[in-house]
């Protein structure tokens, strides 16, 4: 009788009471939490406080397939549902309550266990997944939370460190939020963290988080990070508007990065030493994150349709900032890229308006920076600044629509701005012409397009211009010109890649081990410096390249590069391991060796970068065994979306062999409950 009675109770309040928002104004939630990895379980003790703004007898919170394990003996009331906390009282207008209780939940998404660490990624609206809260990013809360620990480990969260008291075994670290903020941005990150310290010139405190194997890799990884804060509170006009700033790499994280308040947890992919950061640096997405503290953060969208807000303004803030680092050049060459996209995507007829809540991601990112950049072309620096700084300061930690910005620049400017809005925030084509137009006012760009349009001609036509390009090379003309030599006889040539090796740029370079399919003879010691190059792109085409070409000195390679790991994804390490291998004849004696150190990339115990990159390479050569196969299976219920489709993909031409369908079925009692799900519903289609 009891569950017929939670049902229509359940029934009565999901439909008698979904105007929550004219009812209370939640001001604060006070969470302490311990997560217990080894049952991926959170266990919580939150209060809240709010002010009921009209007399009811029931509010909720959001909270996804929670229990209600202890509550106050006196006060409100607690009810647990399916999506919900239900708190019921006799509430009257205009007072102040404060509802108290624990909690434990098995969260399905946005708390990740990953190895020796715990991580939340509350994206959208889904941190009511492990914190009861509010799904709506327009009800904005200060967040206190304490999190426990074991003793050694460090905890990052929101708002300042308040205190870290240590227990017997356990850690509590207590952080506090002055200001409220979405509840999409509470976040925390556990882990064996060590941090380096930096303070802005404004005099905020920056805390830059790396594992401790992973210690010499911070200057790389985070290079930049105070002139990147630096310039954007100086091109925002407006100072950074929290007390402190902490970044922390995370393994298989979802995305590149999280812009959480305060608190940024991004991809450990992104953890380079100085080669792998001239191929895959930290920076784009370090200014990217950090423009959200401003734009997401402290102003936040009501809704979807203005995401552009978001995305498009933190876009063209992180290209403001790499302008400032790596000159108006790469600033051009990225606008150019991105006007390429989604010209290409309009002329599919796939362009969306700015203003489309279920626009892709390339229209919120890039078409929203291109509107911004022109924009300030088309109103002026000052005017822009103005409109920007306006915006931020009268509409802080609060809720805003386009509108808002529009009207602050339409006052700082004088301009209606009419064409504008027509062009770049209601129109789904993109305005190539506009853009095009504003792209020919960098002479370099001017220089490319010269340069680019010379694809297709004879050889004999352009020789003079694709010699002074790789006399004289920038980063991209020179690549330009290289590409333009692929369709070429190599005899013709020669004396072109000649120019391209000698240049001693590192791009013009990597284009050559990108695009030289066949190496002549007379290039092979000029090809092997390429192995020296800062680049493990360059490093991994040439090593490949090399060893296929010339057989009889694939020992000399293969010893070159024997200690080499490449990014974090071990490309190098793993090319080197599959080289050795198919050799046959290099180190024979330790072949079993290379191959079980190849086949054990693809266990849990490494990131979906690395156990991708494994899973590849075991296929390819055939490699399956009882072991990898029930790695491939534990990826096919991987967290991380893409590296599970990736999985799930390869485990569907696996199981097409019956010898590997029956190391599969051998395995089964070794399987977690999901993975033995997901392989049951495979071996019934």
Sequence with gaps: MKGVFLVLLVLFFSFGYGQQAEQVDYTKISAEIKTIPSEGKIIGTVSYTFNILKETDSIYLDAKNMKIIASALEGVKVEASKDK?????????????????????????????????????????????????????????????????????????????????????????????????????????????????????????????????????????????????????????????WKNYKQVPVRDFLYAGMENTTATIFSEAFVVDSVGFNDRNYVNVNAHELAHQWFGNLVTETEGIHHWLHEGFATYYALLAEKEIFGEDYYYWKLFQSAEQLQALSDEGKGETLLN?????????????????????????????TG????????????????????????????????????????????????????????????????SVLRGLPLEEKKIQLITELSFPNDYNGQE????????????????????????????????????????????????????????????????????????????????????????????????????LVDGNYRSDSSNEFELELKEYTSSDYSFEIRETGFGYVNELQLWDRNTLKNLVNASVHHTWRFRNYARGLLDQVLKKEEYKVLVLARMNTFSEKEQQYVNLKLEE
């Design 85 to 241: 906390i239900w708190l019921l009282n006799s509430f009257e207008t205009n007072r102040e309550y404060t509802a108290f209780f624990t909690y434990e939940a098995f969260p399905k998404q946005t708390l990740y266990f990953t190895g020796n660490q715990v991580w939340t990624q509350g994206q959208g609206k889904y941190t009511s997944h492990w914190l009861p809260s509010i799904d709506d990013m327009n009800d904005k809360i200060e967040f206190d939370i304490l999190v426990a620990a074991p003793r050694g480990e460090t905890v990052i969260a929101n708002g300042n460190l308040l205190s870290k008291k240590t227990v017997e075994d356990t850690t509590y670290w207590q952080y506090d939020m002055e200001h409220p903020m979405s509840n999409y941005l509470v976040a925390f990150a556990i882990g064996d963290f060590q941090k380096k310290e930096l303070v802005s010139s404004s005099g905020v405190p920056i805390e830059l988080y790396y594992e401790m194997q992973d210690s010499a890799k911070v200057e790389p990884t985070y290079r930049y990070s105070k002139e990147i804060f630096d310039f954007l509170e100086i091109e925002i006009g407006v100072p950074y508007p």
């Design 357 to 385: 809540p279920k626009a892709s991601s390339l229209t919120f990112y890039e078409k929203g920076a291109w509107a911004l950049h022109i924009l300030k072309e088309q109103i002026g620096e000052k005017a822009f600044q």
């Design 388 to 451: 920007v700084k306006n915006y931020l300061e009268k509409h802080r930690f609060k809720n805003v629509v386009t509108d808002d910005f529009l009207t602050e620049v339409r006052a700082a400017s004088g301009q209606e701005l009419i064409q504008f809005e027509a062009d770049w925030l209601q129109q789904s084509a993109f305005k190539a012409d506009q853009a095009y137009t504003s792209l020919i006012k960098s002479p370099f760009i001017n220089s490319y397009f010269k340069l």
């Design 481 to 580: 010109a290289i590409y333009q030599l692929a369709e070429e006889s190599i005899s013709e040539t020669f004396s072109f890649y000649i120019k391209g090796f000698e240049s001693n740029n590192l791009f013009v370079r990597q284009a050559i081990a990108l695009s030289l399919e066949i190496i002549p003879k007379e290039l092979q010691m000029l090809y092997e410096t390429l192995l020296d190059d800062a680049s493990y792109v360059t490093q991994e085409a040439a090593l490949y390249n090399l060893w296929l070409q010339f057989p009889e000195k694939r020992s000399t390679y293969l010893d070159k590069m024997a200690g080499v790991q490449g990014f974090q994804n071990k490309n190098i390490r793993q090319l080197w391991l599959v080289l050795a």
